[in-house]
């Protein structure tokens, strides 16, 4: 006679595959590849080839943008100013190349580093001056608006007599290969797993998330790696500035408000808490292709514009309400 018992490890891997992220992320990749039949199905153009090449370069910018504020995310912070720093990382780059004459490297660069400064600033307020990563962000995205309207007299920046910048985004290595904004996007996804999986960024961008102090009394400086972890996603901001300047081949110090919420329900989206200590850059990636796939099938079925935005909210409104569930249930 044999009685019936639970078995208790499968229960703890349940419970582990929950409060991972890991189901999260397979439910994520699930839906997109409902998302992908469904609009296949509605629109015989969805699946040919330039749509999806449309898909996969209107994934970069958000992509990009999702990919650096996931290691925020992960800390238990917030980035609400990657939009207009975005923007503003777009419009130094111009004032670099097209106003100072810089070589086209050189202005990269600049615009780069200027994502990194808007980072180092964010993070400098939330780790020394210790204001909560929603203001001190939020605060942020304002100046960098009106940074971005005052640098430019509010006018665009336009690169038509920069040769080769549009290339940078929308050109290709090889005739006929997927566009160069898409292979740095990648390249940005290799980078960003390796700096999370791989190394001590992020070892300690994970044991902040999970217990800041915790970590703080095992001996690990807190305020010096979140200074150092905001700054790492204010440079995947100046990457997405720069393709989205070079996308436009102008700098537009009037766009970049609300990408920020488009990232971070990308971000939950792929799996990663917004209550810290749990993410992966690979279902950040799944996310922005949801977003955009959404986004993409909508406007094929001739939704109209404010409809799309009414959509869009309800996927930020569920993501957060799972994130909230699995929080839950962890």
């Not at 020394?128 to 971005?148: H, K, V, Y």
């Not at 390796?194 to 095992?218: P, Q």
């Amino acid at each position: 006679m044999s009685t019936l018992t639970s078995n208790p490890s499968t229960s703890n891997q349940k419970k582990r595959l929950v409060s991972s992220g890991a189901l999260q992320q397979i439910l994520a990749f699930a839906s997109l590849i409902i998302l992908v039949i469904f609009f296949s199905i509605a629109s015989e153009n969805f699946l040919q080839w330039s749509n999806i090449e449309g898909i996969l370069l209107s994934t970069t910018v958000i992509g990009i943008l999702a990919l650096g504020t996931t290691f925020v995310i992960i800390t238990g912070g917030i980035d609400l100013s990657i939009g207009t720093g975005m923007t503003l990382t777009s419009v130094m780059t111009g004032v670099f190349i097209v106003f100072l004459g810089l070589p086209v490297l050189l202005g990269i660069i600049g615009g780069i580093v200027t994502g990194a400064l808007i980072g180092f600033i964010s993070g400098f307020s939330v780790s020394i001056l210790r204001i909560p990563p929603f203001i001190a962000t939020l605060a942020m995205m304002m100046i960098a608006e009106g940074l971005s309207l005052v640098i430019s007299g509010a006018s665009p920046i336009y690169f038509s007599d920069v040769e080769g910048f549009n290339n940078i985004a929308l050109g290709s290595i090889f005739p006929g290969a997927i566009p160069n904004a898409v292979l740095i996007f990648f390249i940005m996804v290799l980078i960003g797993w390796i700096l999370l999986s791989k190394t001590i960024v992020g070892r300690y961008t994970f044991s902040i998330g999970s217990n800041e102090e915790a970590t703080r009394l095992s001996g690990i400086n807190v305020k010096k790696w979140k200074m150092i972890i905001y700054t790492i996603a204010g440079c995947f901001t100046g990457v997405a500035g720069v393709i989205m300047a070079s996308r436009l081949n102008s700098a537009q110090p009037a766009l970049g408000m609300g990408y920020e919420l488009e990232a971070i329900a990308a971000v939950v989206i792929g799996g990663t808490s917004l209550s810290g200590g749990k993410g992966s850059l690979i279902g950040t990636m799944i996310g922005a292709l949801i977003m955009s796939v959404l986004t993409n099938g909508l406007r094929i079925m001739s939704i109209p514009q404010e409809w799309q935005t009414v959509v869009i909210g309800f996927v930020i409104l569920l993501a957060v309400y799972f994130d909230m569930l699995r929080k839950k249930n962890s």
